[in-house]
């Protein structure tokens, strides 16, 4: 009944009404591991979420639980839990009738329900509040609670749909390192989804990143920071955003915004393609592309600066002792290896 | 102000009552008397008649009870099902039906007498509790269908999510965790079927009456060519007000808990 499970996905696809929602989603989840579902909202991920819970049926594809095919399985007979969005607790029952219902619900003898009770509710902290209702906790408490029902019959499989979306921004840091503890001492394949590309960054083993109904790219968090397999996968991971320069590419060099930008290898004939750039990694030198300053922001620790360079605005992350002010010209430097090279037209890492 | 507007209201809507009330307290002399008297000798002289004596409602208030209690029973027990599987199944023909449902409702009772007395009498129905549950329930059910679905689709989709991923399957999802949810919205539509089954009085008049014969039509019977006798049938009124009273107390604390009990943020994205 319990230990983690692997998750394997063979080209599932779900279509609503005539609109694509899902398609050839393959993925290959080891047991144990914290992996983030990480996209856009209307990106995908929340379906096969769906699908994974069988709260939706696949129109195509495979669910595969270790070797156990469970892509028709009933809801309740996958050994699957859940963390709703909304926490979807049931508001007429008390903290503690809450969580005991999903062992209620097969029958376990009344001691035992009631040991596992206390003992996931002391696991997220929230013993003292069994007698109260839903209504009665504030969003954080209610989380827990909705993670004590879903951690009560220690699950095989674990989902949680956007669990920190509701909290607000300091609690939703403290939780994040809790979901992260909770996952280790648990022991259970847990899967994450997320909007939020600094939360999958920072929780997860691995992560999966949707773009309009299809994988775009699987991999650790430091993987898919650093060689971002798509010009839309950069852009979305990283806050600023990366930059990027439309370039024209000639061998060894790239012409972007009036410079001649040398390359880390060699890309053939002319061909049209988007340089992309972090902001961390670009430096502010005494030579190097010249640029005007457009607007700094202070953010405490760095600062962002707003660059034109040429009609590109480019934007660059900066210790805060560093003094620019607007109107300034500057000189950006930057390795070759920090270089992304896209190409203009597939949009594929070249 | 405010509280002098309620006051105001409160008064508007509960004089025919208590008139009513002041009514079956007095003797039929001071009942025509004009001008009306306030100031009167109050006798329970017309309750005791209309409970114990010759003219007794009783049989009839038993009679009320079965026709009023069978059809709330049974349509509750079909409007339930009925009402969560328009809430929440995609079915073809899901709005043709919350119109049909509608429309039901519009129709005078008084057009349905004839159709209604041809089926029944074919059936040989006439006079007869089934006859008379099987066609309060033709006008109960649609209604109660139609009031319930609103209440089920306001819970929250993912509250079943969570139970079924819970292990307890649809039936037992709708029993532990969507029906205590529209509680509220089930002891409104349990007051409205029985009220109305309780206060029919046009299809039991003419399509029942003998066997069958509920305390409207009872009433009716103090109401004759030669003299209305005022102060029984308003005695006779109060107490058959008095169980739709009772009923509506009792569901009130229901009905206001099934307000308050929803009283968890977030709801999810629909």
New interface residues.
Partial sequence: MSGAARIRLLGVAKRHGGVTALKDIDLDIAAGEFFALLGPSGSGKTTTLRIL???ESADEGRVLLDELDITDA?????D???V?????????MSVHENIA??LR??STPADEIERAVLQAAEKVRIGHLLGRR??QLS?GQ?QRCALA?AIVRKPRLFLLDEPLS?LDAKLRLETRVELKKLHRSLDVTTLYVTHDQEEAMTIADRLAVFMEGRIEQVGTPEEVFAQPKSLDVAAFLGSPPMNFLPAKLVGRVARAAGQTIDLARDYGPERDAVLGIRPGAIRLEASGIPAQVYLVEQLGENAIVDLHVGETLVRVRVDRRVRVREGDTVHLAFSTEDLHVFDAATRQRL | MLGLAAGLLLLVWSFPVLWGFLTSLKSERDVLAYPPVLVFAPTLANYRDVLFGATTILPNLLSSLIVSVSTTAVTMLLAIPAAYALARLELPAKRATGFYVLATQMLPPVGLVIPYFLMLRGLGWLDTYHGMVLLYITAALPFAIWLMVSYFEEI?R??E?????????RL?ALW??VL??A?GGIAVTVVFVFLNAWNEFLFAVVLAGNTVRPVTVAMFNFISVEQTQWARLAAAAIVAMAPVILLGLFAQKHIVKGL??????????R
Avoid: C, I, W
Avoid at chain 1, 84 to 92: E, G, I, K, R, V
């Fill in positions: 819970a069988g709260l009933e809801p309740g007979a996958r699957v839990a859940m709703f969005q909304s926490y979807a607790l049931y508001p007429h219902f999903p619900m097969v839903p209504g969003g209610q029902r509701n | 929250p993912e509250m999510e969570a139970a079924l991923l819970d292990r307890a399957g037992r532990h965790v205590p949810q509680r308050t009990v929803g009283a968890v943020k977030g709801g999810g994205r």
